[in-house]
């Protein structure tokens, strides 16, 4: 079935640092890709989505582009903001249902 | 816009005890989702709903755990009896429809002694 692996964490960063969070999935055909944030006491938010081979998702300065050849969704962003700090997940959807990936722990350190 | 809303936001309980959690969907949005998120895993679909009808329950220990959503827009979950292992978030999320995006609540926490 579907599935989705991303980097473990917790990841700690210093304020302005690069970031990246590595997904990669187990799909048949075509699945759209996705990373949402949870933040402190709130439910999981969409971050970003891309819904074909080569496509880049992008929001807040966060980018992630769909890579079929290496069936990768792997979430950058070129600066952190101590705001930042969260829980990110993973997620395909295929046949109209998200499965995430376990989420990773970030915290950004002023 | 009001969001999806869910109550309690905690709760504890002792095994065997049963439970009930509320969601109200954003307004017009016809599909439902049920979540389970257990400490350090993503969410795991139990149960969506198209309207007022079951789209998929596949994963929802039936034993144990209903979900209904009478009129097609608020939705309680129910455990019945409660074990240890189902301590976690329980999730709802809503979208216009199938395929749409989801719109997730905060959840709430259960806790299992």
């Known amino acids: 079935g579907d599935s989705v692996t991303q980097m473990e964490g917790p990841v700690t960063l210093s304020e302005e640092a690069f970031l990246t969070i590595n997904c990669t999935y187990t799909?048949?055909?075509?699945?759209?890709l996705f990373w949402y944030v949870q933040y402190p006491g709130e439910g999981l938010q969409l971050l970003l989505k891309?819904?074909?081979?080569?496509d880049k998702g992008s929001n807040k300065g966060f980018e992630a582009t769909y890579r079929k050849e290496t069936t990768s969704f792997h979430l950058e962003k070129g600066s952190v903001q101590v705001s930042d700090s969260a829980v990110y997940f993973c997620?395909?959807?295929?046949?109209?249902?998200?499965?995430f990936g376990s989420g990773t722990q970030l915290t950004v350190l002023p | 816009e009001a969001g999806v809303a869910q109550s309690p936001r905690y709760k504890i309980i002792e095994k065997r005890q049963s439970v009930a959690f509320w969601c109200n969907p954003i307004?017009?949005?016809?599909?439902l989702y049920w979540y389970q998120q257990i400490l350090g895993q993503g969410p795991k679909l139990l149960i969506q709903?198209?309207?007022?009808?079951?789209?998929?329950d596949s994963q929802l220990p039936k034993d144990r755990f209903s979900a209904e959503r009478l009129k097609g827009v608020d939705s309680t979950l129910k455990i019945q009896p409660a074990k240890l292992e189902d301590s976690a978030v329980y999730l709802c999320?809503?979208?216009?429809?199938?395929?749409?995006?989801?719109?997730f609540g905060p959840g709430t926490r259960l806790t299992v002694t």
């Open positions: 999320a809503s979208s216009l429809g199938g395929g749409h995006e989801q719109y």
């Open positions: 799909a048949t055909g075509y699945p759209s």
């Open positions: 891309a819904t074909k081979a080569d």
């Open positions: 997620a395909l959807s295929h046949f109209r249902q998200l499965t």
């Open positions: 307004s017009g949005h016809a599909t």
């Open positions: 709903f198209q309207n007022n009808g079951v789209v998929d």
